[in-house]
């Protein structure tokens, strides 16, 4: 069974940083485009960032660049997202996506085929 298990969400100040983590198990990623999706209450499901399965182009969400950071470790089968100088708007929960994309745009939810159950970040003012 393909899994993949985010981590790391919480509760953190405004400024504040966190660094989520998704491991993936049933079958290697490594040949995967992984990244992140977020969606907040009421809002569609959004692009965060993507890292390619050569873990040298990343792409960013424009309200992240500069602030969030992508990485993988195809030898642990995983994804991290680093965020940093979090502010109220990140608030949301976090999924983890993978896949190959192919024709599809790496922007919308529906080119991924594996997604995470997701975890709650939270960010006080």
């Known amino acids: 069974q393909v899994q993949l298990v985010e981590s790391g969400g919480g509760l953190v100040q405004a400024g504040g940083s966190l660094r989520l983590s998704c491991a993936a198990s049933?079958?290697?990623?490594?040949?995967?485009?992984m990244g992140w999706f977020r969606q907040a209450p009421g809002k569609e499901r959004e692009f965060v960032a993507l890292i390619r399965a050569n873990g040298v182009i990343k792409y960013y969400a424009d309200p992240v660049k500069g602030r969030f950071i992508i990485s993988r470790d195809n030898g642990k089968n995983a994804v991290y997202l680093q965020m940093n100088s979090l502010k109220p708007e990140d608030a949301a929960v976090h999924y983890c996506?993978?896949?190959?994309?192919?024709?599809?745009?790496?922007?919308?939810?529906?080119?991924?085929?594996?997604w995470g159950q997701g975890t709650q970040v939270t960010v006080s003012s």
């Open positions: 049933g079958r290697t990623f490594s040949s995967h485009a």
């Open positions: 996506v993978a896949g190959v994309l192919g024709g599809g745009s790496l922007y919308l939810p529906g080119s991924y085929d594996y």
